[in-house]
């Protein structure tokens, strides 16, 4: 690996970097046909019925062979999580991965009401729509052609994905990202803090977990 991509990897936060690393990974597998996408996907059958639990893992790290689609949303992802991981939660590592982590269950239990095999590219969405939430103000360029401001960054990268895979279908899973984005920045953002004057235990890691990443 070139000196120049190491130390611009390690200067990336560890969740964001560790998500980033696994994923590459996990395409690198199916390229190099170590495994197969049948072998990574999710449904209640196959990890539960059939005992094939790494399923709840794989689907949130398979972003589809290398094309377009995949460097759109790796692109993305790894951009707006690094961003979100170096500002709201600089010193947060618990409470970042406690947020991915609560939206990955949210999305396992949607998966057979919209027939989502991959969930990779619908997590990918959540901070996307946290950042936006949180930076409301910030103008962003898509591409150099137009201006929107933050909070409607996701919708328009949700339009683009349709664009670029041609079905409306693929476009879903980050349509479904987007809502399950919403609920935990409405939990995090809006409702522990306004209504409950705090945050409650959906939206702050448990200590225990705060002490295991060392963060307390």
Request: net charge positive.
């Amino acid at each position: 690996m070139p000196v120049g991509i190491e130390a611009w990897l390690w200067q990336v936060p560890p969740i964001t970097r560790a998500w980033l690393a696994l994923a590459v990974a996990t395409s690198l597998a199916v390229q190099c046909q170590v495994v197969t996408p049948l072998q990574l996907y999710f449904s209640f059958k196959s990890a539960f019925t059939n005992a094939q639990p790494w399923r709840m893992l794989t689907t949130f790290f398979y972003f589809g062979p290398f094309s377009l689609d995949f460097v759109f949303h790796l692109f993305f992802f790894m951009r707006y999580s690094r961003m979100l991981e170096e500002s709201s939660f600089a010193n947060k590592k618990a409470d970042y991965f406690w947020l991915l982590f609560v939206s990955s269950i949210m999305l396992l239990l949607l998966s057979p009401l919209f027939n989502l095999p991959f969930l990779s590219s619908s997590l990918a969405f959540v901070p996307i729509y946290v950042w936006s939430r949180r930076h409301p103000s910030i103008p962003i360029s898509l591409f150099g052609i137009f201006t929107i401001s933050a909070p409607y960054l996701p919708l328009a990268l949700v339009l683009f994905s349709w664009v670029i895979s041609g079905t409306w279908k693929a476009a879903a899973g980050d349509l479904i990202g987007c809502a399950v984005g919403h609920v935990g920045w409405f939990i995090r953002d809006v409702w522990a803090r306004e209504m409950m004057g705090g945050n409650g235990v959906l939206g702050e890691a448990p200590e225990i977990l705060k002490r295991i990443m060392g963060d307390i």
